[in-house]
């Protein structure tokens, strides 16, 4: 089970950079894990907590860019913190354009380095703060029915109940006992509520015809 405290991930070929980063990352009041390899952090299993990858770009065997760009795919990959003695600005300003919090030259200050930590700490806890609600969400649009869902596009694009009624084919009435039952399912009291879970959901609405 993972920790319930953050965890910051230690990747760096250097013994004793490992263990002084390690030290630093306790004193911050952070959990932290090493690894001397990207492989062997590659073979940890997956991490559904908060926390950072602090990775060294020169590794043995797959690099740090090269890590990075195999989880890019991810969308619950942790975000990284560079460190590098080697790097330059062009690299700098690649891993930055891809995602990095920040890119930081060996001897990294432990100040820069822990600030850049805490921000990306603030990063991936919001990303999985949306996460989890779009995923929230999700579960309450599998509750609709087939009907239901398609007069959820309608609402959340605008459609008056007779104009609904009248694409549909349905009552008016009918629209209205359809339209209670998205709302209670979706654990909304108004349709602007109704219109931003939509949109974390993805939902596109269906648009009104032209006047």
Known sequence: MDAPHPTIFIVDDDLSARKGLALLVRSAGWQSETFASAREFLARPAFSGTGCLVLDVCLPGMTGIELRDLLAGDNKSLPIVFLTGHGDLPMGVDAMK?????????????????????????????????????????????????????????????????????????????V????????????????????????????????????
């Open 98 to 174: 891809k995602g990095a919090v920040d890119f930081l030259q060996k001897p990294v200050d432990d100040e820069a380095l822990l600030e850049a930590i805490r921000r990306a700490l603030e990063r991936h806890a919001t990303t999985q703060a949306r996460q989890q609600e779009a995923e929230r969400i999700q579960g309450r649009l599998q509750q609709l029915t087939p009907r239901e869902r398609e007069v959820l596009e309608y609402v959340i694009g605008g459609w008056l109940n007779k104009q609904i009624a009248a694409e549909l084919q349905i009552a008016e009435r009918t």
């Open 176 to 211: 209205k006992i359809f339209r209670g039952n998205v709302m209670h399912k979706m654990g909304v009291n108004s349709v602007a509520e109704l219109v931003r879970e939509c949109a974390i959901a993805g939902i596109a609405p269906r648009r009104p015809p032209a006047a």
